[in-house]
């Protein structure tokens, strides 16, 4: 019903804290340090992966009719019980998928900082 809610929620938090980092490692740059690995641009990944996740979700309640452009926009919102049954929802398979992506994310980053470490040990022999 609404179990987009979540990784949106979880995007729109992460988006931000992106925005303000980069900001900061931008600050960092211009006073001459050097930053190897920007956790800006780690976080853009895990942006991307969300907000795309949740875009194909939302749509995907778009075309079964779950979400309507008019008011209350969320048709389980409508009465009190189905609105119960949507909080649930929400809060059991929302979390779950916005823990999952965030799960794979860290996965992708762990394999990607072990690439890069055997590259660099390589290059020292």
């Given at each position: ?9 979880e ?60 008011y209350?926009f ?52």
């Amino acid at each position: 019903m609404a179990c987009f809610i979540a990784p949106v929620t979880e995007a729109v938090i992460t988006t931000i804290a992106e925005k303000v980092i980069h900001s900061r490692e931008c600050r960092a740059e211009n006073e001459g340090k050097e930053l190897s690995c920007k956790l800006s641009e780690k976080l853009g990944v895990l942006n991307k992966m969300l907000w795309g996740g949740s875009a194909l979700l939302a749509f995907e309640h778009l075309w079964h009719g779950e979400v309507v452009p008019f008011y209350p926009f969320l048709t389980a919102a409508s009465d009190a019980e189905a609105t119960s049954v949507m909080l649930h929802e929400i809060a059991t398979s929302g979390v779950a998928m916005a823990l999952l992506v965030t799960a794979v994310w860290a996965g992708i980053m762990c394999v990607g900082a072990a690439a890069r470490k055997k590259s660099a040990a390589k290059e020292t022999k």
